[in-house]
């Protein structure tokens, strides 16, 4: 093709991000200039969240876990930037470590929940037939129960804890990725190159997960965000209620009901604080999820 | 010659890219329709044969970008026109029919009642005045049980079905000077390819209608049209009587289309 | 590559048909009973507008779906009785180029794992070895070794073409179905793969269905045409007989509605009435009963049969040979 850059007479101002981008290689550029504002803003936030949570590792101002580091209910200070609650431990180290708790918690949830509703999914949507029925049945019976409250419900029975509440995440985000991998997997069941892909020898197994699912990742990939997003607040939540995690645990919904009794007699810091923690990794979540989803849509593909 | 009613001269464009730089696709395309007969324009993907005609319309993609060069259709100059006066033009003296004419119709209405819409934009009159006249477009497009078959909507059709109706609308109920056909014919059977053609031979000639066709099927033009040109990559490469590109085709790129299409062996 | 008698049948299809359940007890008649041979170095060309159930004929073959009733042989024995697995074993001997190469390539596959996944799921090859037929492979079908490492979004629709024939033909093949293989391409472009497929034909002795649409293309290719029309095959003969002495009213309108890139052909139209009719539970008739300009009244009351009236000549139309007594231009 005889493909030639011509002047025209008004070309399009160059935006400042185009100009940024000029000094990228095209290939990498052209992928970085579908990042939405979004997306930048999303990914920002989790990167500072990430770096707080492994900071917290090594070091935070004072110890997280020690009660008494402070006087009771220190207002912001510069000693204590976030003030201290009633058992005078630091909010700020406390914030910090909660991080990991909430992040971490949720992650490894979402990466569970996306990797076994996945695989349930895809072969759900492959096969079909009994075992799809047998599948979205089950599925059907847990989505029954508001997410919150079944979540609940099975803390309540089978005790609090790291390992429980992951578990429990898992359990309620899994449905979600079983039901929009089996959509996917469905609709590409008939394509050609599933045919053609049986024809050069492989068996069901080897089209459902090597040639039709790698095409299906794109929309369960976006949608891991937004669903990282309902985790913590389901963490946070469990944590509010004393139900999650044990309540010394410097998780941000435990230090929320730490701090209620403060509330009402001035000692507004100590809810505050975890609560914009949670509301901004949330936020994160949610820009993140949109902007991928927006990436993914196979509709702006060219 | 006479006055063409439509003229395209130097008309080079090109594609926007996201950098802001345009890839150009047209070449300084010219040619030139003349009144009442009928043109092809015949060329291969990415020949710049639809992109050329859409102009023609302001149908264009919204990332094509005019460089240079004019449309010139009975004195009015398209490529400066705004676009209330394009839109004026397009219906009541150019029309178009496309590829997939299914997709072309609006699913949720009856043929009858689109073809009935239409035909009160241009002409106005009532509702059922207009009816009688979408039922008789029908039948002049030879659709079986034309009353009934109005009532229909457009996924009821078959494909050749839904084309004769787009046809009916784009000549009959609209009455233009100007036909463009973009592919009429591609995708359907070849049976009901062949009966499509002769409809559109039919009408052009009953109403001294200027047609053009685009295609890249040469069989269909050699039986159907007046004049052909040949576009290839961006350039119109030859343009001559239907006899002259059959018989003695001058461009290389022609000859080797004209081989290829009747499948000799200097094809390969 | 092995040799075979004359006219030896790789494989024998018989009474083939496929019905579609469509509710409420009526079925969609897709193939009512197809047979034909495919012999090695021979083509045969089937040919029929959409609805005719001409690629349903090369999906039961494959048992990418599977036939109701009659039976697909290969080398002498059925291959309808066959596990999923066992059938996995055929498609060393049975392949299928598909229409269009835009969706039967994996988008996220690069050629070179396209080409790679036969090989290493059919042979014993070792990674040089690999490498070795790769190479030869991408040079047989008119690319060169740089095109292992593309995606298919970015070759022409032609050079993908190319690589679904290369994938069909990685682990040699004896028969090869070639499901509108040119119906996507650009005229130009037709020409070229439809010569490749010819050198490939005679070089590797190989043994085509070719399914087309497309009447010249057809004749330019096929040794032997069969004609389909709802899921039945109305004429069959050698190509040479099908076109210059067409029998069946449809073959006949066919042949003539097809246009010819020649200037001063005028083509004698045989047309049909009205639009092809339902294939949902057809009643014991000629399929052609409503639409044919030569009917007679016993035409919608019986089956039609293909008779012999020819050296391998058939058509199922007990009227065509009176009534078109002269022979067709052509």
């Excluded at chain 3, 057809?218 to 050698?238: F, N, S």
């Amino acid at each position: 093709m005889p493909t030639t850059q011509t002047d025209i007479s008004s070309p399009p101002p160059l935006s400042v991000r185009r100009r940024l981008f000029a000094v990228i290689p095209t290939r990498t550029a052209a992928m970085l200039s579908r990042f939405s504002l979004s997306m930048w803003l999303g990914a920002g936030l989790l990167i500072f969240y990430v770096g707080i949570a492994l900071l917290s590792l090594f070091w935070t101002p004072h110890d997280p876990a020690m009660p008494g580091v402070g006087p009771s209910y220190a207002s912001p200070s510069w000693a204590f930037p976030l003030g201290t609650d009633r058992l005078g431990t630091d909010l700020l180290s406390r914030l910090m470590a909660g991080t990991r708790y909430d992040l971490g918690i949720s992650l490894v949830a979402v990466f569970l929940s996306f990797s076994i509703g996945t695989f349930l999914g895809t072969i759900s949507g492959y096969f079909g037939g009994m075992i799809d029925s047998v599948i979205m049945r089950m599925v059907e019976i847990f989505q029954a129960f508001p997410a919150l409250l079944f979540a609940m419900l099975i803390v309540q029975t089978i005790g609090a804890g790291v390992v429980n509440v992951i578990a429990v995440l898992a359990f309620v985000g899994m449905p979600d990725y079983l039901r929009l991998a089996r959509g996917e997997v469905r609709s590409r069941r008939d394509w050609q190159y599933a045919e053609a892909a049986r024809l050069v020898g492989n068996n069901s197994w080897g089209i459902a997960f090597k040639h039709i699912l790698p095409n299906c990742l794109g929309p369960l990939l976006a949608f891991t965000s937004i669903n990282a997003a309902f985790a913590v607040l389901v963490i946070a939540s469990l944590g509010f209620l004393g139900i999650g995690l044990s309540p010394d645990t410097p998780e941000w919904g435990n230090m929320i009901a730490r701090g209620q009794d403060g509330i009402m007699t001035g000692q507004w810091w100590v809810s505050l604080f975890p609560g914009v923690a949670i509301l901004g990794m949330t936020g994160a979540f949610y820009l993140l999820g949109d902007a991928l989803s927006d990436l993914f849509d196979p509709r702006r593909r060219t | 010659m006479t006055d063409p009613i439509l003229k395209i001269s130097s008309f080079s464009g090109g594609f926007a890219k996201e950098t802001g730089d345009v890839t150009q696709i047209l070449y300084d395309v010219s040619y030139a329709l003349e009144r009442g007969k009928l043109t092809a324009v015949v060329g291969e993907t990415g020949s710049g044969k639809s992109v050329t005609a859409l102009s023609v319309l302001g149908l264009h993609p919204p990332s094509f970008r005019h460089i240079s060069g004019s449309i010139c259709f009975d004195g009015i100059d398209l490529t400066s026109v705004d676009a209330r006066e394009l839109h004026k033009l397009r219906g009541s003296r150019i029309s178009m029919v496309f590829q997939d004419a299914r997709a072309a119709l609006n699913p949720v209405f009856t043929i009858g009642r689109q073809l009935a819409d239409t035909y009160r934009l241009h002409h106005g009159g009532s509702r059922r005045a207009a009816m009688e006249h979408a039922i008789e477009a029908l039948r002049r497009v030879h659709i079986p049980e034309p009353e009934s078959r109005a009532k229909q909507y457009p996924h009821e059709f078959s494909g050749g079905m839904a084309q004769r109706a787009m046809i009916a609308m784009a000549a009959l109920i609209c009455t233009p000077d100007l036909l463009i056909l973009d592919e009429p014919t591609t995708g359907l059977d070849v049976t009901t390819q062949a009966e499509i053609m002769d409809l559109v031979l039919g009408l052009a000639r009953e109403r001294a209608l200027t047609v053009c066709l685009i295609t890249h099927d040469l069989g269909v033009v050699a039986e159907t049209c007046d004049h052909v040109v040949v576009m290839n990559r961006g350039h119109v490469v030859e343009t001559g009587s239907t006899e002259q590109i059959f018989t003695a085709p001058q461009n290389d790129y022609t000859q080797r289309l004209l081989a290829a299409s009747q499948l000799s062996e200097a094809a390969e | 590559m092995k040799t075979y008698p004359k006219n030896y049948p790789i494989v024998q299809v018989r009474n083939l048909q496929k019905h579609f359940p469509v509710g409420r007890g009526q079925k969609l008649h897709a193939i009512d009973g197809v047979d034909f041979d495919l012999q090695p170095g021979r083509t045969v060309a089937l040919v029929g507008e959409s609805g005719s159930g001409k690629s349903t004929v090369a999906r039961c073959i494959m048992r990418l779906i599977e036939p109701s009733a009659g039976d697909v042989i290969l080398h002498g024995n059925s291959i309808l009785p066959l596990t999923p697995l066992q059938m996995v074993e055929k498609y060393r001997q049975l392949q299928m180029v598909f229409q269009d190469p835009n969706a039967s390539l994996n988008p996220r596959m690069k050629v070179r794992k396209v080409l790679e996944e036969p090989l290493k799921l059919h042979s014993h090859l070792n990674a040089a070895q690999r490498t070795t037929r790769l190479n030869e492979l991408i040079e047989m079908v008119g690319l060169t070794v740089a095109h292992l490492d593309r995606y298919p979004h970015e070759m022409s629709g032609g050079q993908r073409q190319r690589v679904g024939i290369a994938r069909a033909l990685a682990i040699n093949p004896e028969v090869v179905l070639l499901d509108e293989p040119t119906a996507s391409l650009d005229v130009s472009v037709r020409g070229q793969i439809l010569a490749l497929l010819k050198e490939l034909q005679v070089k590797l002795n190989l043994a085509f269905l070719f399914i087309s649409h497309d009447l010249p293309v057809v004749r330019h290719v096929a040794d032997e045409v069969a004609v389909m029309y709802l899921g039945r095959i109305v004429e069959q003969g050698p190509t040479e007989d099908i076109f210059h002495n067409p029998r069946h009213p449809y073959t006949r309108a066919l042949i003539s509605a097809a246009p010819v890139a020649e200037w001063g052909v005028t083509r004698k139209r045989v047309r049909l009435d009205g639009e092809i009719s339902t294939p949902i539970d057809p009643p014991a008739a000629c399929r052609l009963s409503g639409r044919c300009p030569i009917e007679q009244p016993s035409c919608s009351t019986r089956d039609m049969p293909l008779q012999e009236i020819g050296a391998d000549h058939r058509v199922a139309c007990p009227f065509a040979v009176e009534q078109f007594p002269e022979r067709a231009t052509g």
